[in-house]
C-alpha cells in the first residue's frame, strides 16, 4: 500500500489524483490533504479518504472548517501548513499540485524528508530549479513528472541513456486562441481564454496555454528534469494534443508517447512508476483519429514562449522574474483589470528591468520572487 499526500487536492489535479487514488483502494491510501480555500470540498474529501492531516490556506479557513471535518483530524493552514503535510506524515509520495512558486517551500521540505515527489507545480522547478532537483539528488528521492509532456518524455526515455538523446520535442496544442491573429487577440474576454480546446485544467494554466507561457514554463521544467540543453528542446503546434511528446535519439529514431488527452494517465504512471495500471481513460483508436496536424511554432506570434527560452538559457533569477511576473499579470487579467495582451507586455517590462543574480540561493530566490510581484502588481 503505497501512502500519499495531495498538497492542491481541491484542484484539478489533486482532484484527478483522488480519482485515481479511488479506482485503486488495494494499492493507495490518503495519508494527508491540503487544499487553499475551498473548505466544503476539502471536508468531503477528508470524510471519504480519511487523511491524517489537513490544510487550508488561512487560519480563518481553519476555524470555518474545523467544524465540518472528521472528529480529532488534525488541521494545519497556510505555507508552514503545507510545510508540516510535506514533511510531517508516513506518507511515500507527496503529490506537489498546488498552483503556483506558493509550492516552493512544501516541495522542499517533501525533499528534505525523502519523500518521492509526483511534481504538477512546475512554477517550483522554474522559479528554482537548480536548487529543487540539487537537493532531490543529494537525497535520492525522485521526481516523478505529472505534467503530460514530461511523463510523455519520462516514459519515452526510460531504459535510454541520456548521452544517446538528439533533442525532445514538447508538443504545444496553441491554447485556446492558436487560430486567433495579434490584431484578433486585442478583444479577447477572460470567458473566451479560459475555454481549453483539449483539456479541462484550472484557471491559471487554461491561460498560460493561451498565451503559450505556459509551454515556456514547460521548457524551463524539462530542461531541469532531464538534464538537457536549451537547445535539445523543441516546440511544436499539435493542435489535437494526441502526442503528448517525443524523444529523437542520435540514429534518428524517434519514440513518442500517444494517447487521448487525459490527466489521469500522466497522474497514475507518476503515482504507480515503474509498474502500470488499468486506467479508465478512453483508449486511442488512431483508426478513428485518422489525422494528426503539425506546425512549426511561430515565436513572434507568441512572444512568451521566446522570453521563455531566454529566461532559462540566461539561468540565474531570470526564470523566477519570468514565473512571478506571470503569476501577477494572470491573475490581474482573471480580475479583469487588464486585458489580455497586457499579460505579456507586463513580463517583457518586467524582465527589461530586471538585474539578473546568478546561482542564487533560496533567499535570493525569494527577494526576487517578492520584488517581482510587487513590480508586476504596478504596471
Ligand atoms: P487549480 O487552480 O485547479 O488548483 C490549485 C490547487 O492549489 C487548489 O487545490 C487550490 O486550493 C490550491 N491552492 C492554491 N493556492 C494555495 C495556497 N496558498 N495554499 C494551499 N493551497 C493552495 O490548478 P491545477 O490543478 O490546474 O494546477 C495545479 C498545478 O499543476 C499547477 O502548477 C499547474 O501548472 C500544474 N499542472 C496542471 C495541469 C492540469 O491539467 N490542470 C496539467 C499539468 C500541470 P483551493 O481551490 O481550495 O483554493
Ligand atoms: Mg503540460
Known amino acids: 500500500m503505497k501512502r500519499i499526500t495531495v498538497l492542491g487536492s ?50 480563518q479557513l481553519a476555524e470555518e ?11 494545519h493552514w497556510g505555507d508552514e501548513g503545507l510545510v508540516e503535510l510535506a514533511a510531517n506524515t508516513d506518507a511515500d509520495m507527496v503529490v506537489t499540485a498546488v498552483m503556483g ?36 539528488r543529494a537525497k535520492g528521492v525522485p521526481l516523478l513528472p505529472i505534467d503530460s509532456e514530461h511523463s510523455a ?23 485556446s486562441f492558436r487560430d486567433l491573429t495579434r490584431e484578433q487577440l486585442l478583444e479577447v474576454t477572460v470567458e473566451d481564454a479560459l475555454k481549453h480546446p483539449n483539456w479541462s485544467m484550472g484557471a491559471k494554466i487554461t491561460i498560460d496555454s493561451a498565451t503559450m507561457v505556459n509551454k515556456g514554463l514547460e521548457v524551463i521544467e524539462a530542461h531541469w528534469l532531464f538534464g538537457l540543453d536549451y537547445e535539445q528542446i523543441h516546440v511544436l503546434l499539435h493542435p489535437e494534443s ?8 542520435v540514429d534518428t ?20 512508476y ?20 503539425f506546425k512549426e511554432m511561430d515565436f513572434n506570434r507568441f ?36 486585458p489580455f495582451l497586457h499579460i505579456e507586455a507586463i513580463i517583457e517590462r518586467v524582465l527589461e528591468r530586471h538585474v539578473n543574480v546568478n546561482n542564487p540561493d533560496l533567499a535570493a530566490i525569494e527577494a526576487c520572487d517578492r520584488e517581482v510581484r510587487s513590480v508586476a502588481a504596478g504596471i
Do not use: W
Open 10 to 59: 481541491t484542484g484539478s489535479i489533486g482532484t484527478q489524483t483522488l480519482d485515481v487514488v479511488s479506482m485503486h483502494p488495494d494499492q493507495f491510501a490518503v495519508e494527508a490533504l491540503a487544499g487553499g480555500s475551498n473548505i466544503k470540498l476539502l471536508a468531503e474529501q477528508a470524510h471519504l479518504y480519511q487523511p491524517k492531516k489537513v490544510s487550508v490556506g488561512t487560519k
Open 65 to 75: 472548517i474545523r467544524p465540518l471535518l472528521p472528529s480529532g483530524m488534525e488541521l
Open 101 to 136: 512558486s506558493v509550492g516552493l517551500h512544501s516541495t522542499l521540505a517533501a525533499i528534505e524528508a525523502g519523500k518521492q515527489i509526483g511534481l504538477a507545480n512546475k512554477e517550483t522547478l522554474v522559479t528554482a530549479g537548480h536548487l529543487v532537483t540539487e537537493r532531490a
Open 153 to 175: 518524455i519520462f516514459q519515452c526515455l526510460n531504459g535510454e541513456r541520456m548521452k544517446d538523446v538528439a533533442h525532445i520535442t514538447l508538443t504545444a496544442s496553441g491554447g
Open 242 to 249: 494526441i502526442i503528448h511528446s517525443y524523444v529523437e535519439f
Open 253 to 272: 529514431s524517434i519514440v513518442a508517447q500517444l494517447g487521448n488527452p487525459d490527466m489521469r494517465v500522466p497522474i497514475q504512471y507518476a503515482l504507480t
Open 274 to 293: 515503474p509498474k502500470r495500471m488499468k486506467s479508465p481513460a478512453k483508449p486511442l483508436s488512431l483508426a478513428e483519429v485518422g489525422k494528426l496536424h
Open 303 to 338: 512572444p512568451c514562449l521566446r522570453l521563455a527560452f531566454e529566461c532559462g538559457k540566461m539561468g540565474g533569477t531570470a526564470p523566477t522574474a519570468f514565473n512571478a511576473a506571470n503569476e501577477i499579470a494572470v491573475a490581474r487579467f482573471l480580475r479583469g483589470e487588464i
